[in-house]
């Protein structure tokens, strides 16, 4: 009989640990690629198929946020690609070399005594059709100019990032901060 039950519990355990693992449906979701099917009458430009991104990209976003909220963008220059385009919402242009870039963005930094950032969202995303990496943010930035005037604007960023993954293109966007209300 001992022979019998040990069997059966060989086999009962045999089976259980060859179930096939399958995992959340949450993690199955964020490695898919999503396009957009219906575009009602649309036909975008650029793309309708992304995917989640890498988020060192992202990081890398948030490095460089942090850097020009302490007023010094000497320590990010290197997230910066040889060549870079920044299409400010002021319908500005900075264009040109890292270091030129980098130098006319300083300066337009250094017009501010303080600045403050509070951040809404960041994600990074990749379209895959194009293979290019992208990150996005949302958030609220407050500026106080050499003469203690306090101004803020709400802001939309999209930040590329080349394949070796430094950063050459901004768009951006902003509207003047009023009350925001964001859901929790």
């Not at 990081?59 to 942090?66: D, M, R, S």
């Not at 059709?129 to 407050?142: A, M, Q």
């Not at 394949?163 to 902003?174: D, P, T």
């Amino acid at each position: 009989m001992n022979k019998i039950s040990l069997a059966i519990l060989a086999v009962c355990l045999f089976a259980c640990n060859t179930a096939e693992k399958t995992p959340p449906e949450e993690t199955k979701a964020i490695n898919e690629t999503k396009s957009v099917i219906n575009t009602a009458g649309y036909t975008p430009t650029y793309s309708t198929s992304f995917e989640m991104g890498d988020n060192k990209h992202a990081e890398a976003i948030l490095t460089l946020l942090k850097d020009w909220d302490n007023g010094n963008l000497e320590p990010s220059k290197t997230l910066f690609a040889d060549s870079v385009s920044f299409f400010t919402s002021d319908g500005s242009l900075i264009a040109g070399t890292r270091d030129s870039a980098v130098a006319n963005t300083q300066n337009f930094r250094n017009m501010f005594s303080d600045v403050k950032t509070t951040l809404h969202a960041v994600f990074p995303v990749k379209s895959t059709d194009k293979n290019e990496d992208w990150v996005c943010i949302w958030g609220t930035e407050v500026n106080t100019d050499k003469k203690g005037k306090v101004d803020s604007v709400v802001l939309q960023e999209t930040w590329r990032f080349d394949k070796n993954g430094k950063i050459n293109l901004l768009y951006q966007h902003s509207r003047p901060a009023k009350v925001q209300l964001m859901s929790k």
